[in-house]
């Protein structure tokens, strides 16, 4: 066998030998500013997973209306991505902040911007030639800054009254994507790197109309689905706040199932673009024992009125009793003494989910949000699952 002939031989058998290796899927987590505010800032750049995680999406900067950006909480800002003080009062340590440790450690840090509270002036800085530049003129001044990885664009959403919206969102929107890519390729070009353009989206069919996804999808790198909140204590009746499957025949559109087929074979969406949305959350309902049920809205006693992390969560099983749904492959939990139920995601429900994109060769996960299943003893145990799943189809 001649060498040529060697080198070819060599390479299919690796090829055939480890089939999966260049399938490696993404975990991103987004990283809350302002959760330092809580549980003591359990969760500091240095305590995060990183070697479960492939991207950290910070959250959140947001747009004022000349496009300019501004952090949602800047207190967390400086103490997260400048890094630890330096004792002797000369500004930061230097590199300990978020962006650094996580390079570190082979993790890319995306700017993540806007949010559900925050997207407001999205409509206004879409609209104008001046707004869009201004945008991304200060999208490579803060990657500039901090040493961001790319940009998440979170506008909630187009086209959206409640935040402003008008009908003129939906080009808008896909202008201001061209006009930032751009500034991220010309800045790229002068650093000699690449800068991704992602966006959060929304699971539902009617949200998108207000989308040009065919133009979408060749801008974005990934696209994020929020295949969460399908339900919530803001609905009528209680029901699973992230089933993977349609969890019953009248209620097929609101699951991760549906978001994906939408988005892939509807739209036609490269799968290996899409993310899919794991929730490290549940929803509460108060004087509720049972699923499509009337309830008194969300538990503000035991949780938080954002939601129930699994970190609080956790603590409380033992008042609990845990039901399996197996058409939604999603638990829930129900308490008689406290007259509630809780739609969560726990590790059985997160290992279905993850198996998903390896099954439909989807391009990863997103996680809202990574401290949600930070336990006290530093176990993580959400992103544990979906770690050993990811990482055992490398070696399959």
């Given at each position: ?22 399938q ?32 950290i ?21 400086a ?67 901090y ?29 201001l994507?061209?006009?930032v ?70 209620d ?23 993310n ?57 939990l ?43 003893d ?19």
């Amino acid at each position: 066998m001649n060498s040529g002939c060697k080198w070819l031989f060599l390479v299919l058998t690796l090829y055939l030998t480890f089939p999966a290796m260049s399938q490696k899927k993404e975990v991103i987590g987004y990283y809350p500013s302002w959760k330092w505010r809580s549980r003591d800032n359990l969760v500091s750049p240095v305590r995060i997973p990183y070697d479960k995680l492939t991207v950290i999406n910070y959250a959140f900067f947001y747009p004022l209306p000349d496009g300019s950006l501004v952090g949602r909480d800047t207190v967390g800002d400086a103490l997260i991505l400048r890094g630890e003080r330096d004792p002797r009062g000369r500004g930061y340590k230097p590199r300990t902040g978020l962006t650094d440790v996580a390079h570190r450690s082979g993790v890319k840090v995306m700017l993540s911007i806007g949010g559900w509270e925050d997207s407001k002036n999205f409509p206004e800085v879409a609209s104008t030639d001046a707004g869009r530049a201004q945008f991304a003129h200060s999208c490579v001044d803060q990657i500039r800054t901090y040493g961001f990885d790319g940009i998440d664009i979170d506008w909630e959403y187009p086209g959206y009254a409640d935040h402003r919206g008008t009908p003129e969102d939906k080009q808008n929107f896909t202008r201001l994507l061209r006009v930032v890519r751009d500034s991220l390729q010309s800045y790229g070009t002068l650093t000699g790197r690449e800068y991704p353009l992602t966006a959060a989206l929304p699971a539902s069919a009617s949200a998108l109309t207000n989308y040009e996804m065919d133009k979408l999808a060749v801008i974005l790198d990934q696209l994020n689905v929020m295949t969460y909140d399908f339900n919530g204590p803001w609905d009528p009746l209680s029901g699973h706040n992230a089933p993977l499957y349609a969890p019953q025949p009248d209620d097929s559109v609101r699951n991760a199932d549906a978001a994906f087929n939408l988005y892939v074979h509807t739209l036609n969406v490269p799968a290996e673009k899409v993310n899919l949305g794991v929730p490290f959350y549940g929803q509460t309902y108060t004087q509720c024992t049972s699923l499509y049920a009337p309830h008194a809205g969300a538990d503000t006693v035991h949780f938080s009125p954002q939601g129930a992390f699994y970190y609080d969560i956790v603590p409380l099983l033992n008042k609990f009793t845990r039901k399996w749904d197996d058409r939604a492959r999603v638990p829930y939990l129900i308490s008689t003494e406290w007259n509630m139920l809780i739609s969560y995601d726990d590790e059985e429900s997160v290992g279905y989910k993850a198996q998903y994109v390896l099954d439909h060769n989807a391009c990863g996960l997103i996680i809202w949000e990574i401290t949600g299943d930070y336990l006290p003893d530093g176990t993580t145990p959400l992103l544990d699952v979906i770690d050993a799943k990811f990482k055992w189809s490398l070696r399959k």
